[in-house]
């Protein structure tokens, strides 16, 4: 069992690593799109980058419904599959309305992906120490933000900016197939006692209703849900626009702005970590 959950825990750690990829690969290329892509202006990129930010912070909230029925491990994988495909489909959009439906889509399948991790890791680990895997899988998101700039710099150096769209699409078709071959939905001890079992009364309370009404009524996920607001607000505007900033304002060279994105990344995604124990840590309320 132990060395199983690593396995699992583990094919999870790259998959969100490789969602998060896909995500970045956008912001992370803006300067080479405005440099080589010949027809993208900064409006066009706002625009592409807004078309995300809806459809995402849309779709993880139905995804965090839909997650309650159906596999988890199905939407992980979809979700991997569906933005590697999105990352294939971009170099071959011709102009800035498709790039923002395409993006539009990856926002979608991007919200698909973290409403299965944590009900997988719900089902993989104990109350008791769900806040610290959380916070460990969600930090898997610093190692595409350190890496994807050198990556696409040298990419980009043999040969364009499209090849960096196809390689991490590539990467993230293989990983889909991966997660559906390792990852499973819950042990199958809790399986099996879950197919002979009746659901016990003191679980059953928590559903429906009632369990939304005591996540609604909760000071704590209200304050979380101020706090990520707030940060998201930040990160979007520093790391989105930071680079391009220092590029073409500040004319540093394209490393400085380069590691002005990985800092401020991987920076957020450790403000981010107290959040899982101050929602979850201490409330028996089922987690979306």
Not at 100 to 125: N, S
Not at 129 to 158: C, D, E, I, K, T
Not at 177 to 196: F, G, H, T, W, Y
Not at 226 to 254: C, F, I
Request: hydrophobic residues 45%; glycine residues 8%.
């Amino acid at each position: 069992m132990p060395e199983r959950r690593w396995v699992v825990f583990s094919t999870m750690f790259a998959a969100w690593s490789t969602i998060y990829m896909c995500r970045r690969s956008f912001t992370s290329s803006i300067p080479y799109l405005l440099q080589d892509s010949g027809f993208l202006t900064t409006e066009n990129i706002g625009m592409i980058s807004s078309c995300f930010a809806t459809s995402y912070g849309v779709s993880k909230f139905l995804s965090s419904v839909l997650s309650d029925h159906t596999s988890a491990t199905f939407m992980l994988s979809l979700c991997v599959g569906l933005s590697g495909l999105c990352c294939c489909l971009f170099p071959l959009a011709g102009s800035a309305r498709l790039l923002c439906a395409l993006w539009f889509v990856q926002g979608i399948t991007q919200g698909l992906g973290w409403p299965a991790c944590a009900k997988i890791l719900r089902e993989w680990y104990p109350r008791s120490q769900l806040g610290r895997w959380w916070s460990v899988l969600s930090s898997s998101g610093n190692a595409s933000s350190a890496l994807l700039p050198v990556l696409l710099a040298y990419f980009h150096s043999l040969a364009g900016w499209q090849f960096n769209f196809y390689v991490i699409g590539a990467v993230a078709l293989a990983m889909s197939a991966v997660v559906l071959m390792i990852v499973k939905d819950a042990p199958e001890s809790a399986l099996n006692r879950e197919q002979q079992l009746p659901l016990p009364a003191t679980e059953s309370s928590h559903q429906g209703p009632a369990g939304l009404l005591g996540v609604l009524y909760s000071f704590n996920v209200w304050l979380a849900c101020a706090l990520y607001a707030l940060l998201a607000g930040v990160k979007g505007a520093t790391g989105d626009w930071g680079q391009l900033y220092l590029m073409q304002e500040a004319h540093r060279p394209e490393t400085i702005g380069n590691c002005c994105v990985d800092y401020n990344h991987a920076h957020w995604r450790y403000f981010r970590k107290p959040f899982a124990g101050l929602s979850f840590g201490s409330h028996n309320y089922p987690m979306a």
